[in-house]
Every structure is written in structure tokens, then in C-alpha cells.
């Protein structure tokens, strides 16, 4: 029978690293998602692969919420969003034209009443058809910090979010300080920080428990254990949740979500994979700062000479006989020979 401790160890160190691309990020922002709209909705949305866009591609939960960002705008007497969506959501099939209209209904209201800027929206197509489910995922994650200026139960990102600028706001500000890298975000988190630090907001959703920053560190060194270079990349731990990293004096932000280990950059997130994939000069480099692999002897077109041996070019052809001009072969072996 299988040893359970050493089960349970190897389902641990799979979930540090699920994905290896680059949309890693996705991913953990999809079932992030998920799980925020299932607490609201009860809609039972997966988390992983496609089943999280087909849940949403009627349109009718994301009408759903546009009213419920509405509604609390006009409790806390909001300027925006100053109207809901009128919307059909009995009978609507994925990919039929209302639910295409559905969905379309949803973007017009975000760009004319949220005013999400143009570089986090999506199409119709992209969530009817998911073809780029990653500009859904950021408008989706974009109306969540909407909602949460306004009271709304929030994501777990954006949790995060909030609690970050709470600790730069709380930390004293040194002169010449480097920026970190979470404070890109002119708008999108600070401004949802302001909101959850505003008197009468109501309770957001679970806080990320000291466990899991008593872990963190752990699954950091871990991810950092992938690299076997002998001068491993930086990164040094400041204080809770927070890294220097590098050979410069930037700090960045990390939390647990769930079995991803993600980073506050600018105003986003990643990966701390896809974070050291592109920071990470051994990382970004196959050939940098690794041991080079043994070379298998492979075929030469142009071997060395060996000792007494002919030069190349001039060795002997012993199935080609060396050939007499004509006109040597005559004055040799007289007329008859060259008649012959």
C-alpha cells in the first residue's frame, strides 16, 4: 500500500506549480472568480478549464450583477453606475442571439456606466465562442473592484489588493524610498482601499488566514528551489508577504491563493513562476548561469588527420587507377602507343 505521507507531500509540491505557460495568472484569476460568484449567485461555476466561461456565455449572471452594482451605487447615493441592464434570463441557451445580446448588454454597460478602460474589455465573441478568455477575466476582475468601492463582497485578489495599500499607507513613508511593486495601480486598488476604509462598509468575504502566511515563505523557497544554479536569483524575505528582490532595492507582494503563490505587479497580478520567468536572468536565459549538459559525440564532415596519414584532398583512391595524360603517353611509348 501506498505510504499516505508521502501522497499527501507529493500532491502538496504539485500544487505549487499546476501550470507551466504563461497564463498561469488565468487560471488562478478564473477560479478566484468563480468562487466570488458562486458566494454571490449560487451559480456553481467551475473553476478550472472551459467550464467557467460556458457558465457565464448566456450572459445572464453577468447582467445579474451589473443590477446588483446598480443597486448598491443608489444605497450609498453614487453618481455611477447611475442604471442597471434590462436583460432576458429565463430560457436563454449558450450561443443563441439572446444570449449573445445578453452579453453584449453587460460589455455597453461597463464601458458607458464603469467606464472600464478599453485595454481590460472584452468582445462578445471572446466569451460566447472563449476565444480570449483572458480580456474576460480582467474585465471580470475590473467590475469586481467596482463593486467593491461600493460595499459588494469582493474576490479574494482583490481582498489582497485592499490589504496591500492599507500597509503602505500604514507604513511610514522614508525619504528616496524605492516603489513597490504593487503600487502601479493609480486607480483600480487604491481607490478600492479608500472604499473598504470607509465608515458604514459592510463586511467583505473570508480574509486570508495566518496560516497561510506562515506557509508562504515555505512554498517561495520551494518555487526558488526549482533553479539548481550555484548564484541563485535573489529574493529576501522583508516582511510578511513581502520580498526584495534582486539585485535592486524593489519590493514586491505576495500572497497564497489557494494552491497558486501569486505577485502584486503594477495593477495586477501573476504568478510567481511567471514573475521569475521574466525577471529571473537564469530563468529567461536556457543557457545562463546553468551547467552545460554533457555533449554526445556527433558525426564530423571534416575529421583531423591522423599521424602519417594523408592530408584531406590528397589521399589515395585505390579504386580510382591514377589516370596518364595522352600526350605523355605518347612521348613515352612512342607512336604506337598513343595510336593504341
Wanted: proline letters at 9%; one cysteine or more.
Amino acid at each position: 500500500m501506498a505510504d499516505p505521507v508521502a501522497s499527501i507531500a507529493g500532491s502538496a509540491a504539485k500544487s505549487v506549480r499546476p501550470f507551466r505557460s504563461s497564463e498561469a495568472y488565468v487560471e488562478a484569476m478564473k477560479e478566484d472568480l468563480a468562487e466570488w460568484l458562486n458566494a454571490l449567485y449560487g451559480l456553481g461555476l467551475p473553476g478550472g478549464g472551459d467550464g467557467f466561461l460556458a457558465g457565464l456565455a448566456t450572459g445572464t449572471a453577468l447582467c445579474q450583477h451589473a443590477n446588483a452594482v446598480a443597486a448598491a451605487a443608489r444605497a450609498r447615493a453614487a453618481a455611477r453606475p447611475a442604471r442597471g441592464v434590462a436583460f432576458q434570463a429565463q430560457g436563454v441557451a449558450p450561443g443563441s442571439f439572446v444570449a449573445r445580446d445578453n452579453v453584449a448588454t453587460f460589455i455597453g454597460w461597463c464601458r458607458a456606466e464603469l467606464a472600464v478602460p478599453e485595454v481590460l474589455m472584452f468582445e462578445t465573441e471572446d466569451l460566447v465562442l472563449r476565444k480570449n478568455e483572458k480580456s474576460v477575466v480582467l474585465c471580470l476582475l475590473e467590475v469586481a473592484r467596482r463593486g467593491a468601492r461600493l460595499g459588494l463582497l469582493a474576490p479574494r485578489l482583490v481582498q489582497f489588493e485592499q490589504e496591500i495599500e492599507q500597509e503602505l499607507r500604514a507604513a511610514p513613508a522614508a525619504p528616496h524610498a524605492p516603489q513597490a511593486a504593487g503600487e502601479g495601480a493609480p486607480e483600480t486598488a487604491a481607490a478600492a482601499s479608500a472604499a473598504a476604509s470607509a465608515p458604514g462598509a459592510p463586511a467583505r468575504g473570508p480574509r486570508m488566514t495566518p496560516t497561510d502566511l506562515r506557509n508562504l515563505d515555505e512554498l517561495v523557497r520551494e518555487i526558488l528551489g526549482h533553479c539548481t544554479c550555484p548564484d541563485q536569483f535573489p529574493m529576501i524575505k522583508v516582511s510578511e508577504g513581502k520580498y526584495r528582490v534582486g539585485d535592486s532595492s524593489l519590493l514586491i507582494f505576495v500572497r497564497v491563493l489557494r494552491s497558486h503563490v501569486m505577485v502584486r505587479v503594477g495593477g495586477g497580478w501573476d504568478t510567481l513562476e511567471h514573475y521569475l520567468d521574466k525577471h529571473d536572468p537564469c530563468r529567461c536565459s536556457s543557457a545562463a548561469h546553468r551547467p552545460a549538459p554533457p555533449r554526445t559525440q556527433t558525426f564530423s564532415p571534416t575529421p583531423s588527420p591522423r599521424p602519417g596519414s594523408p592530408a584531406p584532398g590528397g589521399e589515395r583512391r585505390g579504386s580510382r587507377p591514377e589516370v596518364t595524360p595522352l600526350s605523355s603517353q605518347s612521348s613515352k611509348e612512342g607512336p604506337e602507343a598513343a595510336l593504341r
